[in-house]
């Protein structure tokens, strides 16, 4: 059991004890023997957030590279020392690598500057890896020279450049040890997220059977909402589309019907126009089933709106995509388009229940600052985009509040018998939509950049979070010293998977 005193819920001050389930909750409430208690000390204590559309594995990708490109390193000897600098022992990966940094990059090159641990750097362009010499070695080059990507010199030696190699790469290096799986998840309790929805369109259920071993052991200590396709065996279908490459009608009809048929709904990976009228038109055939959703709505046209609010779908924004893309948005698109982009108020106006998210790693992953994004609407440069889609922040995190099998539920709240997934925030999510208003653009911090060092969680407004009743995540100043170790795993036996 755990007692939060001093904790501010609907504006009283009261005490909650909590189990697996808030149990109990007063205005005081005596600590029972052998209880932890946690003082409060007057924060806000809120539903655990959940973020209804992220993809964990690529973003723990992420948080292990290093920005090797040219907006984070200018020269050879930053990226010897980026290198140098990186904590552990193991294989290094670097990404965003471009000639204006160092020029071409070879084994010989990086073994100059590094070469007591592997290390491989991505170009910019996604389409070759530079190996050092310890990193051909641990995949054993030396037998894959005949395969084709694998760059020689005159000597029929390898350079240390693979040429669209990736799935290879993947497979002679053990993904996961590769990645901090506990970290990312240590890191997302820090920002107040207690539960988290796996969009990936690549999840089968080998993904599903690995997601849901992670959880037991511990090493992902939020609640777990996976989709994925066909093979899984909860969470909707994601349908994954191109607009380029858009499956055959009748196909994607059939799936839709066996999915509805196996009760389960449909997350549409819509990003533009023609893919949501695609999309709209064969659940016109196929008959809808309430956990249909629609993913991103990158571009919904005026006459869409209408059509999205009389079938109901809700619509899974990430506001955040402003912030990191918007220069390029306004590169790219026409006026028009910019005025279709990523709404936000007017679905909310026409009755369309719109929940923001992060889509990490490709938006920001912090819902205080998706809030903030939502409520701004600025891109890097400071430049409004859609000025009349801009929501409260508190509107942006109430998503976050709901239940990730079924949006349309009221949101989830602290109340004797809820979950006790909850964290505690120095600011109420009424209160931050003031606070973005007066800070502006400085509360939006640069996400675009990669790794670790872009991970500002002091910054957010979360002082503690609580998974199952257990504190997860206590900042130190929230109750003296000493607090901040009394977390560690949760139990493995009461690890949780939706
Ligand atoms: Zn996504």
Sequence with gaps: MTLIRNAIVGGQRVSVRMSSMITAMAPDLTPLPDEAVIDAAGTYLLPGLHDHHLHFFAL????RSLDCGPQAVTAAGTL???????PGAGW???IHYHESVAGPLYAAQLDAWISHRPVRIQHRSGKVWMLNTAAMRAVCIDEYKALEGVECDANGEPTG???????WLGERIDALEELDIGGLSRHLTRLGITGITDASYTNNAAQQQQLKQLCNSGAIQQKLYVMGDGSVSAGPRKIMLDEDALPPFDQLVTDLRLAHEQDRGAAFHCVSHLELVFVLAALDEAGLHPQDRIEHGGMITQEMIAR??????PVITQPGFITVRGEQYREALSRSELIDLYRYRSLLQAGIQVIASSD???GPVDPWQVAAAAQLRLDAQGVCIGKVERVSASDALSGYFRWPHDLSLPPRQTAVGSPADLCLSHIAPEAYTEHVARLGASVLQCPTKAGVSAENAEESPICATFIDGKPVYVRADLDGAG???ILGKKNAAEATFL
């Design 161 to 167: 450049r693979l040429f669209r190699m990736d799935a």
């Design 360 to 362: 990490a790693p490709y």
């Design 80 to 86: 010897q020392a980026l290198l140098n600098d990186a």
């Design 308 to 313: 999205l609010a009389e079938m109901n779908l």
């Design 483 to 485: 607090q901040n170790e």
């Design 60 to 63: 723990a990708a992420q948080r």
């Design 92 to 94: 290094l990966r670097g």
